[in-house]
């Protein structure tokens, strides 16, 4: 059964930073791509960044390139996002998702968890 459970979010001022972690179990890393998504009050869900253990492609939502880091540690099964620079429009509950690597969707989710900038 796979089960991830995200950790790190809280309270920030605008320019500060967080380091999300997302523990994952009942799966192998290299057979999934990770992500993280955020959904912010009243706007839909949208990708923040992903990457795949296979040759450790990564993608990043033009809202946070230069300032979130998606990375992970195989031996952990953790991954994490740096954030840095944070801004207001960063507020949101942020959530680690698994995708198999034959699947076309992200088939499991995290509970979230929840970031919030101060201006």
């Known amino acids: 059964q796979v089960q991830l459970v995200e950790s790190g979010g809280g309270l920030v001022q605008t320019g500060g930073s967080l380091r999300l972690s997302c523990a994952a179990s009942?799966?192998?890393?290299?057979?999934?791509?990770m992500g993280w998504f955020r959904q912010a009050p009243g706007k839909e869900r949208e990708t923040v960044a992903t990457?795949?253990?296979?040759?450790?492609?990564?993608y990043y939502a033009d809202s946070v390139k230069g300032r979130f880091t998606i990375s992970g540690d195989n031996a952990k099964k953790t991954v994490y996002l740096q954030m840095n620079g944070l801004q207001p429009e960063d507020t949101a509950i942020y959530y680690c998702?698994?995708?198999?690597?034959?699947?076309?969707?992200?088939?499991?989710w995290g509970r979230g968890t929840q970031v919030a900038v101060s201006s």
């Open positions: 009942g799966l192998t890393f290299s057979d999934y791509a």
């Open positions: 998702a698994a995708r198999y690597r034959r699947s076309t969707s992200y088939g499991y």
């Open positions: 990457i795949r253990w296979s040759g450790g492609s990564t």
